[in-house]
């Protein structure tokens, strides 16, 4: 067996400047919802979001900058900030590939 999870936690602590936690890695080619990385099923802490939406440039005091976005999951439970939805973020299922919700229609 490969012993993925020193490799995992040391290239996210490079990638973030901080050690990234996490229950389980979601890996890719996933796209995944920021508040379903929060949930038990992942567990990835706020420290980890904010981070991803500090490289990328966003404001991670602002919560929906955080949760309500599109997190590409790379090798390693490595997660990148995408892009922010304006309506919601839509986890389709348990191993998602989420979408962002479509404006109400009005
Ligand atoms: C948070 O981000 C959203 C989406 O970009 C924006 O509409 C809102 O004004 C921001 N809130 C704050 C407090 O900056």
Known sequence: MVKFTSVAVALAATITGTSA?????????YDVCGWTLTNQE????????????TAAGQDATNGTILF???YNC???????????????????????????RAASSS
Do not use: M, R
């Open 68 to 70: 309500d976005t599109i």
């Open 21 to 29: 936690a996490f229950t389980k890695a979601c890996n890719f080619p």
């Open 74 to 100: 790379q090798a390693d439970g490595v997660i990148a900030w995408n892009h922010h939805c304006d309506h919601g973020c839509d986890a389709s299922s348990v191993v998602p590939n989420a979408n962002c």
């Open 42 to 53: 992942f567990g990835y802490t706020l420290a980890t979001l904010e981070a991803a939406a």
